[in-house]
């Protein structure tokens, strides 16, 4: 999969599968976040070895990965999570980060269609997200998308710095997003820029 899209700002990128040769600029996309955005990330992505884990895992398919490019540089990467067995093999839980320069111009609610499109192909029922509790503007906009918060679990989860934080757990079944996002398409000029 690759699409280029225009952002509300003008700027182009390309949305596309990541590929096992992404792994360096990978690394240098997670190395170029500011502190307070790698705080929240579930793993400490700045090393090669936790880069190699993941291109290892979408190679295994237990994940599929998209990252957006600009100008050769990645400035978002989002994942879907599954299980292909077991009882919770028709949900897929999302992880999605946008650079700080490309936030708040659309990348990010582009990348979540793309990981839509990615869970339907998959044949998933539901989508869980788990954010920490100061995580509020993420949580805004997953309820705006129709998720609802599920479990609040009080101290469970660690940021970068040892700090203890509320787990967030929101679900939303994948036929509600689809509905939410035709509304939003339909009420602004998204389809005209993928």
Not at 17 to 24: G, I, L, Y
Not at 91 to 117: K, N, P, T, W
Not at 149 to 174: A, Q, S
Request: hydrophobic content about 40%; aromatic content about 6%; some cysteine.
């Amino acid at each position: 999969m690759e699409k280029r899209v225009n952002l509300k700002d003008g700027r182009e990128v390309v949305i596309r599968d990541m590929r096992p040769d992404d792994a360096e600029r990978s690394l240098a996309f997670f190395q170029s976040l500011p502190d307070g955005d790698r705080a929240y990330l579930r793993r400490e992505i700045t090393s090669r070895a936790v880069v190699q884990e993941r291109i290892e895992e979408m190679v295994a398919g237990r994940v599929v990965r998209l990252i957006a490019e600009h100008e050769g540089q990645i400035v978002a990467d989002g994942a879907l999570e599954f299980n292909v067995h077991g009882w919770k093999k028709h949900i897929g839980e999302i992880r999605l980060i946008v650079g700080h320069d490309f936030q708040q111009c659309g990348l990010g609610e582009l990348m979540a269609l793309e990981l839509y499109s990615v869970a339907n192909r998959h044949k998933l029922e539901e989508i869980i997200v788990e954010m920490m509790g100061p995580q509020e503007g993420a949580q805004r906009i997953f309820e705006r998308l129709g998720f609802h918060k599920e479990v609040i679990l009080e101290g469970f989860v660690k940021d970068t710095k040892g700090t203890k934080h509320d787990l967030v757990m929101m679900r939303c079944p994948l036929a509600v997003l689809w509905d939410r996002l035709e509304d939003h398409m339909a009420a602004t000029d998204w389809h005209q820029r993928i």
